[in-house]
């Protein structure tokens, strides 16, 4: 019986060449663990950052877990209603 050897035997791929060309588990690992972590601690913390220090979007993103400030500032709109910003503008005029 013969076995076909694993170069000669056609694989059908679909994707774009970027997909193809990238590593297997590329973008998987700790970054994403991280990630996941932070959208689910990250939004309260990190209104407790932004009522109680000076700190920027970047220093809080870092603080909170999140890869980038631009994640963070998604992800905060998405759960709180309203950009980093304007969520410390609005607590500091209550104070």
């Given at each position: 019986?013969?076995?076909?050897?694993?170069?000669?035997?056609?694989?059908?791929?679909?994707?774009?060449?970027?997909?193809?060309g990238r590593p297997a588990g590329a973008g998987v690992g700790t970054?994403?663990?991280?990630?996941?972590?932070?959208?689910?601690?990250?939004?309260?913390?990190?209104?407790?950052?932004?009522?109680?220090?000076?700190?920027?979007?970047?220093?809080?993103?870092?603080?909170?877990?999140?890869?980038?400030?631009?994640?963070?500032?998604?992800?905060?709109?998405?759960?709180?209603?309203?950009?980093?910003?304007?969520?410390?503008?609005?607590?500091?005029?209550?104070?």
């Amino acid at each position: 019986m013969l076995r076909p050897q694993p170069d000669s035997t056609p694989i059908k791929c679909s994707g774009s060449d970027a997909q193809i060309g990238r590593p297997a588990g590329a973008g998987v690992g700790t970054r994403s663990v991280a990630e996941a972590r932070a959208r689910r601690t990250g939004p309260r913390h990190a209104q407790e950052l932004l009522e109680m220090t000076d700190h920027g979007v970047e220093t809080i993103a870092r603080r909170t877990g999140f890869a980038s400030a631009t994640t963070f500032r998604t992800q905060f709109r998405r759960l709180a209603g309203v950009s980093p910003r304007t969520y410390r503008a609005t607590f500091r005029a209550r104070a």
